[in-house]
């Protein structure tokens, strides 16, 4: 049940945006192995004038994606996968040819599983629940 925040500059069109979850959510279920059904991605986007590197607009795309899963579900090679793929995906999409902003970033956010859940249950209790199925 990942989330992925993307925050990038400059504007793109719909388009663009939907071409983005898909490709990040693909990027999710294969390296990460996290199902589809429940990947969410949101995307805000800004204008190049409100992004600044070393106190200077940014000239060139920039990216910032955060991708948050439950905490021990992942290997650090697994994680390690997903930052530079998620990162050559966006560069691809957002850079039209050239590189990003040299200050992009792609962040893997792990949360303890008593500290989050979706459809109202905490990624714990489904652990638990998953278990005691499996013992039954």
Same mark, same amino acid.
């Given at each position: 049940?990942?989330? *992925?925040?993307?925050?990038?500059?400059?504007?793109?069109?719909?388009?663009?945006?939907?071409?983005?979850?898909?490709a990040? =959510?693909?990027?999710?279920?294969?390296?990460?192995?996290?199902?589809?059904?429940? =990947?969410?991605?949101?995307? /805000?986007?800004?204008?190049?004038?409100?992004?600044?590197?070393?106190?200077a607009?940014v000239?060139?795309?920039?990216?910032? *994606? /955060?991708?948050?899963?439950?905490?021990?579900?992942? =290997?650090?090679?697994?994680?390690?996968?997903?930052?530079?793929?998620?990162?050559?995906?966006?560069?691809?999409? *957002?850079?039209?040819?050239?590189?990003? /902003?040299?200050?992009?970033?792609?962040?893997?956010? /792990?949360?303890?599983?008593?500290?989050?859940?979706?459809?109202?249950? =905490?990624?714990?209790?489904?652990?638990?629940?998953?278990?005691?199925?499996?013992?039954?």
């Amino acid at each position: 049940m990942p989330t *992925l925040n993307l925050k990038l500059a400059p504007l793109q069109n719909p388009g663009r945006y939907r071409q983005l979850a898909q490709a990040l =959510t693909t990027l999710t279920a294969e390296l990460l192995g996290k199902r589809r059904e429940v =990947t969410a991605v949101m995307i /805000e986007d800004l204008p190049a004038a409100r992004w600044y590197v070393d106190a200077a607009e940014v000239q060139r795309p920039t990216a910032f *994606l /955060e991708i948050s899963i439950t905490e021990g579900t992942n =290997t650090d090679v697994e994680k390690a996968a997903f930052i530079a793929a998620a990162y050559s995906e966006l560069e691809r999409q *957002l850079g039209a040819g050239g590189p990003l /902003e040299e200050a992009s970033y792609v962040v893997v956010r /792990e949360l303890p599983a008593i500290d989050w859940g979706y459809a109202g249950q =905490t990624q714990r209790a489904r652990q638990l629940a998953r278990r005691k199925a499996l013992a039954a």
